[in-house]
């Protein structure tokens, strides 16, 4: 047994779950593959959050049978928001299946992977010790207390779950050490991060934590909750020269009664006010936020207000989907799906085409602009990162056999659509170098 195989699908928390499993499975002695003919262990990591991403995981697992019968004995692993807490249906359903395993659950499969290796899996599980990217992700809370009715997360995931800070912070130096620059911090609902832990410290206080780990360049966090966005949480985005200027806070729905309905827990006032504190504090900052169109019961009037709020915020990106629903949910339970399907993709398309010309007009005026640019890796024949505001930016000029990846690069923008920018290369400046610049466009108007 020397080989594994990892699919995963969905959101960046089932991402860092999969880095996870790789960086122990390696541990352990195996190798990654890139096709589960290849491999001794293959792991399917699920996502239901919506009923298409579902599907294909069926359509996977299914199509693991015949290998599994002509291969006894490869080991199949299927883990995710797809395993809830009762595994009996799964396994009936998917009988070759050996090992099913509820998020960040490792053991189960490592155990297997141990036995038949004949060695202890003990400690393997732990920080990311794989190869790992330029930017990456580090779970910070798992699961969810805010049960939206729309959503499966919470009873998937379960509750809420800290990890301490000093594991957090251990586990970035350990990632800079290993070149790692950025870091993206996660949660389902990132804000509520420490309230279950001893002395309740706040995720201000871990990103300040974070923001002193020598060689990281960059800290993220993603996704928020706006009941949860604490005014300390905005003041250390403001304060702290290594947290990017980026926020992704999700509205949903535009109408009060909407939002009630899906227990958001604020108002559409609530939330424009919650912009204006972070605009005002953080002036340089990017915004994005998640929407769901054609929620049950939503009128057009009531999808309007929807439209009226990007029209007067004008985030630089939004993640927009039309509702589904989810069984198991709340909403499923006791509501309706009454919004016809050629209505909500009618309304997607329109909230689609609005974002669109104001991306287009935010990005264009970054025509002519300098920013730093952290280079991650190539794309489309270019290389490619991100600047502060977790803008996508190709480089038009830098050399396709030089040493990119991990680069901190100034870039002239000179090209501009509303999904990316592309822009020629200044100059470069890692190390020691790095840092006075990266203080410096803490305060530049991107
Ligand atoms: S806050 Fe996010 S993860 Fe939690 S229930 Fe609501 S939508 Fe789901």
Redesign the pocket.
Known sequence: MDSYYIWTIGCQMNKADSERLESALGQMGLSPRTSPKDADVIVLNSCVVRQSAEDKVIGMVTHLKPLKQRNPDKVVALMGCMVGPKTEALEKRYPYVDVFMRPQQYQPLLDIVGQRMGIDPEGCVGPLTASPDVATYIPIIHG?????T?????YR?GREVSRPVEDIVREAELLANRGVMEVTLLG??VDSYGHDLPGAPDLGDLLTAVNGVDRLQRVRFL?S?PNDMSEHIIDSVAELDKVCEHINL?F?AGDDMVLDV???GYTNDEYRRKIEQIRDRIPNVSLAT?VIVGFCGETDRQFQETMKLIRDIRFDKVHAAAYSTREGTIAARNMTDDVPYEEKRARLKALEALQEQIATEINAELLGREMDVLVEGRKRGKWFGRNRNDKLVFLDNADADADMPGKMVRVSINKTSPWSLQGSLKASSNGAGAQPELAASKTAIL
């Open positions: 969810c207390d805010k049960f939206c729309f959503c499966i997360i919470p995931r389902q609902n996704t909750h999700p949903q899906m227990r958001r998640d």
